[in-house]
């Protein structure tokens, strides 16, 4: 391709220079930017159009969608949108599974309400969080394990004696059989290390944060040092499954028996528990690092903060993302804790996620209320309805130059009712009840778990069987279109014809035949572009 006298983007320096040297003197309200002061890449060539005077960039694709609005009834195009449109609902999840959130940011949402501050109780009674201690302490190099278990002892021995105060250390228990954290462990899998079998006297070969990585290795490590804590008279114990409850339950009994509490951890999961179910006549704090220094985080200064909405605070933080649940695509935690706060009315639909003996129509429905808030359309009545309003928002809001993101959309109503019962189930866990995971968001994949994304079809029949390929070997492998998109071959492709791979469906009498099926070539090529 060769660019002609408009391409400039060798020039993007001097233009930028060129511009500065405009602005220089001139208040804010004084300066103006000319669309011929831009610089223009060699994609205007192949994706530009004239528009008065001017040359703008565009995507195809952006101004296909924009056609399909203007030509399409209301009624054939909010179709679409009870589906995904994708082979997985892409706002909630990823190439590997859950989208993951920022849990930073809940804490800096607090941090806004209720400032931390580094006034240490008196007579402090430590409870650490096992997770962050195996981290936070820095192995020495070289050393055997029994040195390392030392550095450990003398840490947690130290930092109490420094505060004039006690602890005790909980850890993370590891054990087999399936986990709803099975999702995140595979996504630690990606960067793990190999089993390490070691004894006391084993000098160690490894780095921390890999040895770290593997969970049998942090499993053999926990026994060493729990033998060694408490034989330094450090009460230390090992949870039966993840530490974050037990951490905050123990710190909540200390406080029910006179002590101050203080939990060591950076967690934000142990902070939204000590906030949600630390009794308010009662007081526990969390000591952390923020910047480089420690500061100190009370349960009750956050439930002042918070008023109503702290018993809530679980319910959001799975809702916007933990190791269970799915992150929704750009959706910020400030924007559904100001929800939160502003309305008693939606505090109240919300309030069925705290309840034990909740139905699943009662948390699908409360689910898709508090979506509905969060994306901003509370009155379209349904997320599959509200799916359509906001795809016709974007695309007539988006420049031309930008691509549709399909993951900005809300996920449809069958996706979100799934996310919402892994969100009840991970509350519920939360407050010591033991629920069932098959039967909330859901299933059992070789002795792992795993969630169900959706119960529904990518996109209607008529429209999947126009996504074909044209693979010379028996469709085996992710080369195959059809395998790719999560779809059965089928007789529109072009050498196996659906019959003759191991990716073909298996035949049913009611098949709808090829011919019968594309009898409207031009309505189903429009179809097919929707979903691309």
Same mark, same amino acid.
């Given at each position: 391709?060769?660019?002609?006298?408009?391409?400039?983007?060798?020039?993007?320096?001097?233009?930028?220079?060129?511009?500065?040297?405009?602005?220089?003197?001139?208040?804010?309200?004084?300066?103006?930017?000319?669309?011929?002061?831009?610089?223009?890449?060699?994609?205007?060539?192949?994706?530009?159009?004239?528009?008065? /005077?001017?040359?703008?960039?565009?995507?195809?694709?952006?101004?296909?969608?924009?056609?399909?609005?203007?030509?399409?009834?209301?009624?054939?195009?909010?179709?679409?949108?009870?589906?995904? %449109?994708?082979?997985? +609902?892409?706002?909630? &999840?990823?190439?590997?599974?859950?989208?993951?959130?920022?849990?930073?940011?809940?804490?800096?949402?607090?941090?806004?309400?209720?400032?931390?501050?580094?006034?240490?109780?008196?007579? +402090?009674?430590?409870?650490?969080?096992?997770?962050?201690?195996?981290?936070?302490?820095?192995? +020495?190099?070289?050393?055997?394990?029994?040195?390392?278990?030392?550095?450990?002892?003398?840490?947690?021995?130290?930092?109490?004696?420094?505060?004039?105060?006690?602890?005790?250390?909980?850890?993370?228990?590891?054990?087999?059989?399936?986990?709803?954290?099975?999702?995140?462990? $595979?996504?630690?899998?990606?960067?793990?290390?190999?089993?390490?079998?070691?004894?006391?006297?084993?000098?160690?070969?490894?780095?921390?944060?890999?040895?770290?990585?593997?969970?049998?290795?942090?499993?053999?490590? !926990?026994?060493?040092?729990?033998?060694?804590?408490?034989?330094?008279?450090?009460?230390?114990?090992?949870?039966?499954?993840?530490?974050?409850? +037990?951490?905050?339950?123990?710190?909540?009994?200390?406080?029910?028996?006179?002590?101050?509490?203080?939990?060591?951890?950076?967690?934000?999961?142990?902070?939204?528990?000590?906030?949600?179910?630390?009794?308010?006549?009662? /007081? $526990?704090? !969390?000591?952390?690092?923020?910047?480089?220094?420690?500061?100190?985080?009370?349960?009750?200064?956050?439930?002042?903060?918070?008023?109503?909405?702290?018993?809530?605070?679980?319910?959001?933080?799975?809702?916007?993302?933990?190791?269970?649940?799915?992150?929704?695509?750009?959706?910020?935690?400030?924007?559904?804790?100001?929800?939160?706060?502003?309305?008693?009315?939606?505090?109240?639909?919300?309030?069925?996620?705290?309840?034990?003996?909740?139905?699943?129509?009662?948390?699908?429905?409360?689910?898709?209320?508090? &979506?509905?808030?969060?994306?901003?359309?509370?009155?379209?009545?349904? %997320?599959?309805?509200?799916?359509?309003?906001?795809?016709?928002?974007?695309?007539?809001?988006?420049?031309?130059?930008?691509?549709?993101?399909?993951?900005?959309?809300?996920?449809?109503?069958?996706?979100?009712?799934?996310?919402?019962?892994?969100?009840?189930?991970?509350?519920?866990?939360?407050?010591?009840?033991?629920?069932?995971?098959?039967?909330?968001?859901?299933? %059992?994949?070789?002795?792992?778990?795993?969630?169900?994304?959706?119960?529904?079809?990518?996109?209607?029949?008529?429209?999947?069987?126009?996504?074909?390929?044209?693979?010379?070997?028996?469709?085996?492998?992710?080369?195959?279109?059809?395998?790719?998109?999560?779809?059965?071959?089928?007789?529109?492709?072009?050498?196996?014809?659906?019959?003759?791979?191991?990716?073909?469906?298996?035949?049913?009498?009611?098949?709808?035949?090829?011919?019968?099926?594309?009898?409207?070539?031009?309505?189903?090529?429009?179809?097919?572009?929707?979903?691309?």
């Amino acid at each position: 391709m060769a660019g002609d006298q408009r391409i400039n983007c060798e020039l993007a320096l001097e233009v930028g220079h060129e511009l500065v040297r405009k602005m220089a003197g001139k208040t804010f309200g004084e300066v103006t930017l000319k669309r011929n002061d831009r610089v223009l890449p060699l994609a205007v060539m192949n994706s530009s159009i004239n528009i008065g /005077s001017s040359v703008e960039p565009i995507n195809e694709s952006q101004l296909f969608h924009r056609m399909l609005v203007l030509n399409l009834s209301d009624d054939e195009l909010a179709l679409f949108f009870n589906y995904e %449109l994708a082979p997985r +609902p892409t706002s909630l &999840f990823d190439e590997i599974c859950f989208r993951k959130s920022n849990k930073a940011a809940l804490i800096k949402v607090l941090d806004q309400l209720a400032a931390p501050h580094n006034t240490m109780p008196n007579l +402090p009674t430590f409870v650490f969080d096992g997770g962050h201690l195996l981290h936070h302490v820095v192995w +020495p190099r070289p050393a055997t394990f029994a040195e390392i278990a030392n550095a450990y002892v003398s840490f947690v021995s130290n930092f109490s004696k420094r505060h004039n105060g006690t602890a005790c250390v909980v850890f993370d228990g590891y054990v087999s059989g399936p986990s709803t954290k099975d999702p995140e462990h $595979v996504r630690r899998a990606l960067r793990t290390s190999a089993d390490y079998v070691f004894e006391e006297t084993t000098v160690t070969s490894t780095s921390q944060a890999l040895f770290l990585s593997n969970s049998a290795n942090k499993q053999r490590l !926990i026994s060493l040092l729990v033998t060694r804590l408490s034989a330094a008279g450090i009460h230390a114990f090992q949870a039966e499954g993840d530490a974050d409850r +037990p951490v905050v339950v123990k710190a909540i009994s200390l406080a029910e028996q006179g002590h101050n509490a203080v939990i060591v951890g950076e967690d934000t999961d142990l902070i939204a528990l000590m906030t949600a179910l630390t009794p308010r006549d009662l /007081s $526990v704090s !969390i000591l952390s690092s923020s910047g480089g220094s420690e500061v100190i985080r009370g349960s009750r200064d956050l439930q002042v903060a918070l008023g109503p909405s702290a018993e809530l605070l679980l319910f959001l933080h799975a809702m916007k993302g933990c190791d269970t649940t799915s992150a929704p695509y750009k959706r910020s935690v400030k924007n559904g804790l100001t929800k939160l706060i502003n309305s008693a009315a939606l505090r109240e639909i919300v309030q069925v996620f705290n309840s034990p003996n909740a139905t699943q129509d009662a948390i699908a429905a409360a689910g898709e209320k508090f &979506f509905l808030q969060l994306y901003g359309l509370p009155d379209a009545g349904t %997320l599959n309805k509200a799916r359509y309003v906001m795809y016709k928002r974007i695309i007539s809001r988006q420049p031309f130059y930008s691509k549709f993101d399909l993951a900005s959309l809300p996920p449809t109503t069958d996706a979100a009712r799934l996310h919402s019962f892994r969100v009840y189930h991970q509350v519920q866990a939360w407050r010591g009840v033991d629920l069932t995971p098959m039967e909330w968001g859901w299933k %059992l994949v070789a002795d792992k778990l795993q969630p169900i994304q959706t119960t529904e079809p990518p996109a209607p029949t008529r429209l999947l069987k126009l996504i074909l390929c044209n693979c010379k070997g028996d469709c085996s492998t992710n080369n195959c279109e059809c395998r790719r998109s999560g779809l059965k071959c089928s007789s529109l492709c072009g050498h196996c014809l659906g019959t003759s791979c191991k990716n073909a469906a298996a035949p049913t009498d009611g098949e709808v035949d090829a011919e019968e099926a594309v009898d409207d070539p031009e309505q189903i090529l429009s179809e097919c572009a929707l979903a691309f």
